[in-house]
């Protein structure tokens, strides 16, 4: 069964600074796709950003990158030039092929600090 | 509008109510789902239903019950809780389900939160 580990159960940054969530994953599967999501207090989860397993190239969503490490089963979510807004839970996701069976990670508080 | 819609947003009841908690999607989706979001855990997935047919139930107590009447409507009926239940449902609708390349994003309502008393 695939596993998603977040080893920060909370994190803070000062506003305008980069901040990293790390994420790692345990699967046999060769084909797969990674997200992060992102829930702010007493909001809707949305999707941050995804990177599909067969890319080498690490997905970026303008602030929002990934450092993708296959063979380590590493997903890590950079944040550049943090905003207030991003104060959120952020959850690293695993979804293996044939099925919507997302797996989470049990999330990462990050506050964002004026 | 938000594309998933879910009430009520909060809801207590006893363990010995019925209740149900609804979801609805706005954005033409064929699969739909209930997760459970307890602190300090990671999400759980319950039900998936795809096309209305139930096509994943994680092992979860009966004491749960889904209803899917059409591809825009989930439901979750809920009897004789226990206080263990108490956590926030999330309803999600994704565009399809088993189709690895067009696959991947879940949209979720803001969640139902039930205490059971």
């Known amino acids: 069964a695939q596993t998603v580990t977040q080893s920060q159960p909370e994190m803070s940054v000062q506003e305008a600074e980069t901040v990293t969530l790390s994420c790692t994953y345990d699967t046999s599967e060769n084909n797969y796709y990674l997200f992060w999501y992102k829930q702010p207090p007493s909001r809707q989860m949305i999707l941050v950003i995804r990177?599909?397993?067969?890319?080498?190239q690490n997905a970026t969503e303008n602030r929002f990158s990934v450092n993708f490490q296959k063979a380590a089963k590493s997903f890590s979510l950079k944040i550049s030039d943090s905003q207030l807004g991003d104060t959120a839970m952020y959850f690293c996701a695993f979804m293996k092929p044939y099925g919507q069976n997302f797996v989470f990670g049990p999330g990462t508080r990050l506050s964002v600090l004026p | 509008e938000t594309g998933v819609t879910q009430t009520p947003r909060h809801l207590v009841m006893g363990m010995t109510n019925k209740k149900s908690l609804k979801c609805e999607q706005h954005l033409g989706h064929n699969a739909m789902y209930w997760y459970k979001q307890s602190a300090k855990k990671p999400l759980e997935l319950m039900f998936v239903?795809?096309?209305?047919?139930?096509?994943e139930n994680n092992s979860v107590p009966s004491r749960f019950s889904p209803e899917c009447p059409n591809s825009s409507h989930l439901f979750l009926h809920l009897h004789t809780l226990q206080p263990e239940d108490s956590a926030l449902y999330l309803c999600a609708s994704s565009q399809g389900w088993g189709d690895f390349l067009g696959a991947g994003e879940l949209f979720f309502g803001e969640g139902s939160r039930l205490t059971v008393l």
């Open positions: 239903y795809s096309l209305e047919e139930r096509v």
């Open positions: 990177q599909e397993a067969y890319k080498q």
